[in-house]
Antibody
Framework: EVQLVESGGVVVQPGGSLRLSCAASGFTFDDYTMHWVRQTPGKGLEWVCLISWDGGTTYYADSVKGRFTISRDNSKNSLYLQMNSLRTEDTALYYC???????????????WGQGTPVTVSS | DIQMTQSPSSLSASVGDRVTITCQASQDISNDLNWYQQKPGKAPKLLIYDASNLETGVPSRFSGSGSGTDFTFTISSLQPEDIATYYCQQYDNLPITFGQGTRLEIK
C-alpha cells in the first residue's frame, strides 16, 4: 500500500524558515517524480514544486522560486521542502504527492499524503 | 501560466441525476488533463487521467471527455458518496495548474 506521510508543519513568523518532510512507502520511490502541492481556502490547490526521480531536475512555481528548495533522499525514501523567507501568503496545508507515471517528467498525482499545516503569522 | 476555468463553482443535484462539470483551458492543452475528487478533510483523489481514462478502482459512473481547450467531467448517476469538491488539473505546461473547484451537493 502506497503511503505518504508529511511532517514538520508549525506556526512560524514572517521571514522565518521551516523544513517539511515526507516519508514514502509502498512503492519504488526512486522511480517517480515527486511534488509538493499546497491548499488554502481562498486560493484552492496550488502546485508548488517538483523533483525528478533521480533528484537531478527541479521546478518551482514563481510564487516560491528563490525561497523554497525541494530535495529528496532516495536511500531514505524521503522528500523534503526547505522553506525560507516565509510570507503570510505561504500559509496553507502542504501535501506531498507522487507523480502517476514511472520515470517520466510530470503528469499528475495518483497518491497524496494527509497534508501538514503551515501557518505564517506574527 | 495556463488558466483553468471550471463551471459551475457549485452544483446541487439529486441522487440518480446526471451531473456535468466543465473545465476550459486558456490555451490548447491537447488531452493533458486530470480530474480529482476531494472530500472534506481528505486529500484529493485522482479519478480521471489524460482527459478520459478512468483510474483503477474508480466507479464507472465517472467519466471524462474533451481535448484542446474544452473538457467535461460527468457522473452518470449521482450517489450520496459523491458529495465532494471536484478539480481539473492540466499538466501540458509548467506550472501545473488547477481549476478553482466545483462543490457538489445533494439536493
Amino acid at each position: 500500500e502506497v503511503q505518504l506521510v508529511e511532517s514538520g508543519g508549525v506556526v512560524v513568523q514572517p521571514g522565518g524558515s521551516l523544513r517539511l518532510s515526507c516519508a514514502a512507502s509502498g512503492f519504488t520511490f526512486d522511480d517517480y517524480t515527486m511534488h509538493w502541492v499546497r491548499q488554502t481556502p481562498g486560493k484552492g490547490l496550488e502546485w508548488v514544486c517538483l523533483i525528478s526521480w533521480d533528484g537531478g531536475t527541479t521546478y518551482y512555481a514563481d510564487s516560491v522560486k528563490g525561497r523554497f528548495t525541494i530535495s529528496r533522499d532516495n536511500s531514505k525514501n524521503s522528500l523534503y521542502l526547505q522553506m525560507n523567507s516565509l510570507r503570510t501568503e505561504d500559509t496553507a496545508l502542504y501535501y506531498c504527492a507522487k507523480d502517476l507515471r514511472h520515470r517520466s517528467s510530470w503528469y499528475g498525482f495518483d497518491y497524496w499524503g494527509q497534508g501538514t499545516p503551515v501557518t505564517v503569522s506574527s | 501560466d495556463i488558466q483553468m476555468t471550471q463551471s459551475p463553482s457549485s452544483l446541487s443535484a439529486s441522487v440518480g441525476d446526471r451531473v456535468t462539470i466543465t473545465c476550459q483551458a486558456s490555451q490548447d492543452i491537447s488531452n493533458d488533463l486530470n480530474w480529482y475528487q476531494q472530500k472534506p478533510g481528505k486529500a484529493p483523489k485522482l479519478l480521471i487521467y489524460d482527459a478520459s481514462n478512468l483510474e483503477t478502482g474508480v466507479p464507472s459512473r465517472f467519466s471524462g471527455s474533451g481535448s484542446g481547450t474544452d473538457f467535461t467531467f460527468t457522473i452518470s448517476s449521482l450517489q450520496p458518496e459523491d458529495i465532494a469538491t471536484y478539480y481539473c488539473q492540466q499538466y501540458d505546461n509548467l506550472p501545473i495548474t488547477f481549476g478553482q473547484g466545483t462543490r457538489l451537493e445533494i439536493k
